[in-house]
């Protein structure tokens, strides 16, 4: 064990021992690590360890990245373990993004953009009694000084720093950012370090540097789709019509009509239905009459009126577009939807971000180590390759630490979700599986499927056949509703509940259901669909770069979804449980070798006797 003088617990598994070892080999000679640890591993500690370790004895600070509010939580939960074990001195800061740390009540309807120009607004205009109680002048309040003088003290998490800040009525979110001057240890979202303008900001008011950062990315399958995300901008011709009253509202004529001629070019791009790449020109010719910069500039100032009223500005969001659109191709694609809309024909444009180490090349080229953690993580080279990471990269895969004989993976080719092959037949023989893998499965069991399509086909089948309570995951479910269901279904336990999910959706990653409250997990088809021209485009861009687009842009992250739901089975190493893939083409040599060495489904005709003798023998 090269460095465990701060691990946290009595024991330490052999997986976990190799995981603490490369960690200190990366941060400690300044490389990359990109490291698959199955679930049950122990990341968190594992990771935060050895991290601190090099850290705090070479003036480094290590900032834990995850945007699960959970992690969040045993991220907190494991530095104070640390600090109570060692009698260590270092200082933490929980922090999430600034509007869910925000103390004002005025502020929940707000998008995130609005939210930031609107919290913009009050701050310069001394309109935010918990922004001027934080300082006078250049001097911190007592109050704020009491906050994080706390959160010093003791490691706090954002909804404990959030209440703290509220009853001395100073800003939560500027009080977490001071308190992280002092902090060894950073957890925060992916945006504190992959968003340049968030990033540049939060190193300049906390007197940190990059060079000295050592960024631990957990749930790190999520970082491409994230920055593809954060760098894709869009627009609508619903979103101008609302910027359209903006305008006429400031009686600004020009510019009210410079946004109709954009609203009848989109409409004009989007006569007919459906997909279609468009070029940087073909938006833009239309009003080649106009200054664009200039009425950027106007849409700016007018939005920024709206905003110091506290009203939403819709101006802003169309400026912010315009002025990414000019930008580059290299790495976008420029896509037009059409389609209808609840009211009436719609039409959208995306410029939108296929290369995700526009975002993450440059943070991990400067930062003193990068590291990556996922329980699934695999292929680590894609990774590895799709965000910009040095060949000299450490790529690591752990083995599962759960005991072999308490997991079954099973592999039914009995039929299929392949587009072609979808029809009233196919979907019976689907559910025939469901029912007799869900009758055979002991307890609870989660049916993922690949659609809320292919979901309700398979319903229809399966209602009424089954003998346990059937629980269905809806498009859109609000948080409360999310909880009521997973409520119902964990209740369900003792005498056994069928939950259908979607792949992606709600319930396939961020729960936890150990012990009897989950005994099976039955994955539904392979959801790959049809590549839309986003996926295409995808495919092509890394066929150019890495010849490898069919796997980096199609095959490896639908894959991925497939694991992540598979993964809510089996959270301890005491539980016990059954995950069946449904599909002909698992068992196919061009998806098997997808599956991560240690899980090895074994492909089987007869599931339900596999299954039932699984359950008999525990």
């Known amino acids: 064990m090269a460095a465990t003088s701060l691990f946290p617990y009595d024991k330490i598994r052999p997986e976990q021992d190799e995981l603490v070892n490369d960690v200190y080999a990366a941060v400690s000679s300044g490389k990359c690590l990109i490291a698959h640890a199955p679930t049950g591993l122990g990341k968190t500690a594992a990771a935060l360890a050895p991290a601190l370790e090099y850290a705090l004895k070479s003036k480094k600070a290590v900032f834990f990245l995850t945007s699960r509010h959970t992690q969040h939580l045993m991220a907190v939960e494991t530095a104070k373990l640390i600090k ?124 940190k540097s990059l060079e000295d950062a050592i960024i631990i990315v957990d749930e790190a399958h999520n970082l491409p789709d994230r920055l593809r995300e954060m760098l894709t901008d869009k627009v609508s011709t619903t979103i101008i019509e609302r910027a359209i009253k903006e305008a006429e509202k400031a009686s600004d004529l020009e510019l009210t009509g410079f946004l109709l001629d954009l609203s009848a070019a989109l409409n004009n791009l989007g006569r007919e239905s459906g997909e279609q790449a468009i070029t940087k020109g073909q938006l833009l010719e239309p009003l080649r009459d106009y200054d664009l910069a200039a009425m950027i500039e106007r849409m700016s100032v007018v939005s920024e009126t ?57 943070v991990i080229r ?13 292929p680590t080279a894609m990774y590895r390759d799709i965000l910009g990471f040095p060949e000299s990269t450490m790529l690591r895969e752990y083995r599962n630490p759960m005991p072999k004989e308490n997991r079954l993976a099973l592999i039914v080719t009995a039929a299929t979700t392949k587009f072609s092959k979808r029809n009233s037949s196919q979907y019976e023989k689907l559910a025939d599986v469901c029912i007799k893998a869900s009758s055979a499965i002991q307890g609870n069991v989660i049916l993922f499927f690949p659609s809320y399509t292919v979901m309700g086909e398979v319903h229809k089948h399966i209602h009424g056949k089954i003998r346990k309570q059937v629980l269905k995951e809806h498009a859109d479910l609000s948080k409360d509703e999310k909880q009521k269901l997973f409520q119902q279904f964990k209740d369900a336990h003792i005498t056994g509940g069928v939950l259908l999910a979607v792949i992606g959706g709600s319930f396939s990653e961020g729960i936890d259901l150990p012990g009897k409250l989950l005994n099976g997990v039955v994955i539904v088809g392979l959801p790959l669909g049809q590549p839309d021209l986003e996926t295409k485009e995808l495919i092509r861009y890394y066929d150019a770069r890495f010849k490898k687009g069919w796997d980096y842009g199609y095959v490896f992250p639908a894959f991925t979804k497939a ?56």
């Open 366 to 378: 400067q930062a003193h180590s990068v590291i990556l953690m996922s329980g699934t993580l695999t």
């Open 84 to 207: 109570q074990r060692y009698k260590t001195g270092f200082s933490v800061t929980d922090i999430v993004g600034k509007k869910h740390m925000c103390a004002r009540d005025d502020v929940s309807g707000l998008f995130s953009r609005q939210f930031y120009d609107y919290c913009h607004a009050l701050t310069e205009t001394d309109g935010c009694e918990f922004f001027l109680n934080f300082k006078k002048g250049s001097m911190l309040t007592s109050e704020s000084k009491v906050v994080i003088a706390r959160m010093a003290a003791e490691p706090m998490h954002s909804d404990e720093v959030v209440a703290a800040s509220k009853r001395c009525k100073v800003c939560p979110y500027e009080a977490a950012v001071a308190a992280s001057r002092d902090a060894a240890l950073v957890i925060a979202d992916y945006n504190y370090f992959f968003s340049p303008k968030v990033r540049d900001g939060f190193l300049r008011k906390t007197g």
């Open 306 to 362: 709206d905003r110091e009223s506290g009203q939403q500005s819709f101006l802003g969001s169309v400026a912010k577009f315009l002025e990414s659109w000019q930008d580059s191709d290299e790495g976008y694609a420029r896509i037009l939807y059409s389609g209808q809309g609840q009211k009436g024909k719609a039409v959208s444009v995306s410029y939108r971000c296929l290369d995700p180490s526009l975002a993450s090349s440059g």
């Open 563 to 618: 694991l992540q739901s598979a993964g809510r089975c089996i959270r301890t190493e005491t539980d016990r449980g059954v995950v069946v893939f449904v599909d002909e083409r698992y068992a196919w040599e061009s998806y098997y070798r997808c599956f991560p060495k240690d899980m090895a489904p074994k492909t089987t005709e007869h599931y339900a006797e596999a299954i039932a003798d699984f359950f008999r023998k525990g």
